[in-house]
């Protein structure tokens, strides 16, 4: 008997995981002989075939079509949310929650007792919680022309979920978040719909020099005034605002 198992791979971008579940599915290898993994892969594993799938559009749109509409809007966005996770097993633990999602449909977000479930309301906690934690500390800095720029290095890939609170929040501003990590930046022209975009190095480079402010020092100022020296607690500021955050916040550079 064949133990073989084939692995699906695909670059770290959700309509590319959308199609690699497509194409998984399709493949009618059966589901236990499957397995779905973002590229870049580490080491490879014995006795498995390795295949690449390359985006896909009409396959992605046909499975959100079908998560949506056999299972509910909800668990799409818990799997979206999940999908924008930092963890290796992100893509195959979506397409196991899909395997007995459209077996039980909408009720199967309420089946704890699945270990599949419960993976994705993990992933689904983590990277809410880390985009919430970001609409809180992004800080922009304004720069010549108006525009207000700020940088942040996720873990997960949160734009998506961090830019429309600045969109509902700052419609008429021209402002760019830009993820140094993934080289991608959600641009907001004054008064129109955001857009996601990819940044090649040079722009990189030329966006991270771009950082004279003159209410930098203003903040910086304001922050160390406020500051009581007695009350003083590193311990408590790094439990409610962890050092990896920091990075790109004004009053701690």
């Known amino acids: 008997m064949d133990e073989?198992?084939?692995?699906?791979?695909?670059?770290?971008?959700?309509?590319d995981m959308m199609t690699c579940i497509y194409?998984?599915?399709?493949?009618?290898?059966?589901?236990?002989?499957v397995q779905l993994r973002t590229e870049p892969i580490g080491n490879l594993e014995l006795f498995c075939d390795y295949r690449h799938v390359e985006k896909d559009s009409a396959k992605a749109a046909s499975v959100v079509r079908s998560i949506q509409k056999k299972i509910s809007m909800r668990a799409y966005m818990m799997i979206y949310r999940a999908a924008m996770s930092d963890q290796d097993d992100k893509l195959d633990a979506i397409y196991r929650f899909?395997?007995?999602?459209?077996?039980?449909?909408?009720?199967?977000?309420n089946y704890l007792q699945e270990p599949t479930v419960m993976r994705?309301?993990?992933?689904?906690?983590?990277?809410?919680?880390?985009?919430?934690?970001?609409?809180?500390?992004?800080?922009?800095s304004n720069l010549?022309?108006?525009v207000l720029v700020s940088h942040i290095s996720p873990k997960s890939n949160v734009l998506t979920l961090t830019a429309p609170h600045f969109a509902d929040r700052l419609p008429s501003e021209n402002w760019m978040i830009i993820d140094d990590t993934r080289y991608t930046a959600v641009v907001h022209p004054a008064d129109q719909d955001y857009y996601l975009t990819t940044l090649s190095k040079k722009e990189m480079d030329h966006l991270s020099q771009l950082r004279d402010d003159p209410f930098?020092?203003?903040?910086?100022?304001?922050?160390?005034?406020?500051?009581?020296?007695q009350r003083k607690n590193?311990?408590?500021?790094?439990?409610?605002?962890?050092?990896?955050?920091r990075k790109h916040m004004t009053e701690f550079h």
């Open 4 to 15: 073989r198992k084939t692995v699906f791979t695909c670059n770290d971008q959700f309509e």
């Open 23 to 33: 194409d998984a599915w399709a493949s009618r290898l059966g589901h236990s002989h």
């Open 98 to 109: 899909l395997v007995v999602g459209f077996y039980y449909g909408a009720s199967i977000i």
């Open 120 to 140: 994705i309301l993990e992933l689904d906690r983590s990277v809410s919680n880390e985009a919430h934690s970001h609409r809180e500390f992004i800080r922009f």
């Open 144 to 146: 010549p022309g108006d």
């Open 216 to 229: 930098v020092d203003l903040w910086k100022v304001f922050f160390k005034s406020i500051g009581i020296e």
């Open 234 to 245: 590193p311990r408590c500021q790094r439990n409610m605002l962890p050092l990896w955050y």
